[in-house]
């Protein structure tokens, strides 16, 4: 093979690498055929044969890094969602907590009306201790 054809894919894997491709769609996966298609040649150009050895290592390399990448990626974004929905749901538990205790105080006033107007009224047990939490930082 020719150095100007393997200059040319050495050149289109780099560019790819860098996220920055001209005639494939960006961010698209780095392998054999993407990387002959960024180069302007035909998908399966580069092959297991004499010549392509560096750049067929270049691409391997390449992918791993790649995959790496958006491993961490993926799991940077999972554990962000994660605590989104985690504060999502500390905010709802404190809102029903609140919507709990004022109901607790109102049934509370009504049964006092209620003992005041001479009707007995069943005595329900103690209120557990009910925290609000403020703000919760990650």
Same mark, same amino acid.
């Given at each position: 093979? *020719?150095?100007?054809?393997l &200059? ?7 560019r /790819?690498?860098q996220? =920055?491709? @001209?005639? $494939?769609?960006?961010g &698209? ?7 002959? !298609?960024?180069? *302007?040649?035909?998908?399966?150009s $580069?092959?297991n044969?004499?010549g #392509? @050895?560096? /750049?067929?290592?270049?691409?391997e390399?390449?992918?791993?890094? &790649?995959?790496? !990448?958006?491993s961490? /990626?993926?799991?940077k974004?999972r554990?962000?969602?994660l605590? =989104?929905? $985690?504060?999502?749901?500390?905010? =709802?538990n404190?809102?029903?907590?609140? !919507? ?29 201790? $009910?925290?609000? =939490?403020?703000?919760?930082k #990650?």
């Amino acid at each position: 093979m *020719g150095s100007k054809a393997l &200059s040319e894919y050495f050149c289109a894997l780099q560019r /790819l690498k860098q996220g =920055e491709p @001209e005639r $494939i769609k960006k961010g &698209s996966l780095i392998n054999k055929d993407n990387v002959a !298609r960024e180069a *302007g040649r035909a998908r399966g150009s $580069i092959r297991n044969r004499p010549g #392509f @050895e560096s /750049l067929l290592e270049a691409i391997e390399n390449a992918q791993k890094q &790649s995959s790496r !990448r958006r491993s961490s /990626l993926t799991e940077k974004e999972r554990i962000k969602s994660l605590n =989104e929905k $985690i504060q999502r749901l500390k905010d =709802e538990n404190n809102r029903v907590k609140a !919507r709990y205790m004022s109901l607790l105080y109102l049934n509370f006033e009504m049964a006092k009306k209620l003992r005041n107007a001479g009707i007995d009224v069943p005595q329900l047990g103690t209120v557990m201790d $009910i925290k609000i =939490e403020d703000e919760v930082k #990650f």
